[in-house]
């Protein structure tokens, strides 16, 4: 019996089954948009969700310094995007690797998440010259699998074989998800991109949410479809304007949230039930707003305490925004930033540990080592987190 059974789509409205070229059944995903009946219930969601997007896009355009403090949620969404697909890397992983310190997780991993943290950067800056597009979208494909396990499976093209969703071990024939063949594919990808391009017809939290959906119905990739579909969510955001700065990432809550968010996808295929997907996307906008403010509002209070610190050491009060960009540090580090010399770089350095602000990690006389182990802590979790763990 085959595990993607004719039984299960019980609607018609979301696709079709058609067989693949080796025999099994596939999903061909019909085009956007499709019929949303915004009824009592998800205005009221879509209303809570738009009011804490915009609370958290207005506080991108109070940030002091936009630059370094976005770098901790960047990297923080990097880790879980890429928790979500199978790496062990932490965000004290990523944050050593950057300083230039061994990470105890394995290489390939945190390259993986680094190679996010690249895809993502490279994405925003790009939308001041290329809009989102099949082109961005295979662009950031290539970012992201750079070197990387996935490079095997053709990093910035599309797939030109059939592929599947299961457990691992798993084949096209016991699959619980087969995407579309090749050819249908290549027909899906260009009614998705045509309905991305698409303004005014839909609220833009709900076009997001079918753009996401249908990214990862029709699964154009051999890998990397999961990670590419997260970054599209907070590129379109950015492009319609409804972000100031890169500060939202729902790879948290997917995660928290995962087996109703692989639920309400496959229940569009077999169900047609649009309805339950905008519900999920639309309490996770929410949730992820709201939270990414907290930490914003924490880590700008904290970068406020800081530098009131050391406000009478003009080299000790430039290095705490880098503190931000990763709390690890040591004066080969200060040397660059600042360009100064050794002794004087030792001497910022003495200044931030006998403020407090940082310690020595190493135990060493020379290539000491400083950690900012505040910042590294506000950068994991919001102060709600730490207190739920207590």
């Known amino acids: 019996m085959e595990i993607v059974d004719t039984a299960d789509f019980l609607s018609t409205e979301a696709g079709r089954l058609v067989r693949t070229p080796q025999g099994p059944l596939a999903f061909v995903p019909a085009a956007l948009p499709p019929s949303v009946i915004f009824d009592h219930a998800l205005v009221l969601a879509l209303s809570r969700a738009d009011a804490a997007l915009s609370e958290l896009s207005g506080l991108g355009r109070q940030l002091p310094n936009p630059h370094l403090l976005i770098a901790p949620y960047l990297r923080r969404e990097a880790v879980l995007s890429s928790r979500i697909e199978g790496t062990q890397a932490s965000i004290t992983d990523l944050l050593a690797d950057e300083a230039g310190q061994s990470p105890q997780a394995p290489?390939?991993?945190?390259?993986?998440?680094?190679?996010?943290?690249?895809?993502?950067?490279?994405?925003?800056?790009?939308?001041?010259?290329?809009?989102?597009?099949?082109?961005?979208?295979?662009?950031?494909?290539?970012?992201?699998?750079?070197?990387?396990?996935?490079?095997?499976?053709t990093p910035g093209r599309f797939r030109r074989s059939q592929n599947w969703i299961g457990p691992p071990g798993s084949t096209l024939a016991s699959a619980f998800y087969v995407p579309p063949p090749v050819e249908e594919m290549k027909q899906a990808l260009s009614d998705w991109e045509r309905f991305m391009h698409r303004r005014d017809e839909l609220p833009d939290l709900i076009q997001c949410a079918l753009v996401h959906e249908h990214f990862e119905a029709i699964h154009p990739f051999l890998d990397g479809n999961g990670r590419v579909g997260r970054l599209l969510i907070t590129l379109f955001l950015i492009e319609r304007e409804r972000l100031t700065q890169p500060l939202l990432y729902l790879s948290e809550y997917i995660e928290r949230e995962r087996r109703g968010y692989y639920e309400s996808l496959q229940r569009i295929r077999t169900h047609g039930d649009w309805s339950g997907w905008l519900h999920y996307f639309l309490a996770g906008v929410q949730w992820s707003a709201r939270r990414a403010a907290r930490q914003a509002r924490e880590l700008m209070d904290l970068r406020e305490s800081m530098r009131r610190n050391v406000a009478e050491s003009p080299k000790a009060l430039a290095l705490v925004d880098e503190l931000f960009a990763n709390p690890h540090i040591n004066a080969a580090r200060v040397k660059g930033l600042l360009g100064v010399s050794d002794p004087t770089a030792r001497a910022a350095l003495a200044e931030l540990e006998r403020a407090g602000l940082i310690a020595e990690t190493s135990g060493r006389q020379w290539g000491r080592q400083y950690l900012a182990r505040g910042v590294l802590k506000a950068i994991e979790s919001p102060s709600e987190e730490r207190d739920e763990q207590r």
């Open 107 to 153: 290489a390939d991993d945190v390259l993986e998440v680094r190679n996010y943290v690249t895809a993502l950067e490279y994405g925003v800056q790009r939308l001041d010259s290329l809009p989102l597009s099949l082109r961005l979208v295979r662009e950031l494909h290539e970012k992201l699998l750079h070197g990387v396990r996935g490079e095997t499976a």
